[in-house]
């Protein structure tokens, strides 16, 4: 199935100029979303994944299916304020804003391998901050997995880890 049909754009939303990829009519789709979680997962199989990490928000409507198919725990990454927690912060720029993230200190350990998780890799700035918050945990991170890489923004080269993506947009 051509998951790419099932990606909405959305012009000027958030902000004029951002073209919004809103993966909702895929998510709505049985085979379509199995397929896609099944895509990000299949690159980490049997690869000693330890934990997935999720960044919120959309990445928290993939990540813990994916830790499913890896048969990982899950760590969830959040906007400040959220986390009940001792909490480590780190803050980035995004394509349309600024914002922080967070993460309980004592979620990982040196003992993790971790796959990071989020929907859409946009200008790296927020798959940058996440890893930097797990390496700030002691843990070792495998690689960064999304849904989506709008390659074009080039997010890629800001990620010290390797990238895989199920679309590509160039
Ligand atoms: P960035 O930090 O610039 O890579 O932005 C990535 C984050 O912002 C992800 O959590 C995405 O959910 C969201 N995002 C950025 N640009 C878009 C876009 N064009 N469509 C959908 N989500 C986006």
């Known amino acids: 199935m051509d998951l790419r049909t099932l990606i909405r754009d ?3 939303f958030p902000k004029p ?9 895929l998510l709505g789709h049985p ?6 979680i099944n895509a990000m997962a299949e690159p980490y199989l049997g690869k000693g994944i ?8 959309r990445g928290f409507i993939l990540a ?11 760590v969830p ?5 959220k ?12 394509e349309y804003g600024k914002d922080a993230i967070e993460i309980h200190e004592d979620s990982l350990s040196e003992r993790d391998t971790v796959l990071v998780v989020d929907d ?8 940058e901050a996440a890893i930097e918050l797990v390496t700030g945990c002691g843990a070792k991170v495998f690689g960064a997995a999304f849904l989506i890489d709008l390659a074009f923004l080039g997010g890629a080269k800001r990620v010290l880890a390797p990238v895989s993506a199920v679309l590509t947009y160039r």
């Open 77 to 81: 990454v959040r906007k400040p304020g």
């Open 120 to 127: 859409v890799l946009a200008t790296g700035g927020t798959m």
């Open 10 to 12: 959305v012009p000027d």
């Open 64 to 74: 813990p299916s994916v830790a499913l198919r890896l048969g990982c725990g899950f």
């Open 83 to 94: 986390l009940p927690w001792k909490s480590k912060r780190r803050s980035y720029g995004l």
């Open 50 to 57: 330890t934990q997935v990490v999720g960044i919120e928000s």
């Open 17 to 25: 100029g951002i073209i919004f990829k809103d993966i909702t009519p």
């Open 31 to 36: 085979q379509a979303l199995a397929q896609a």
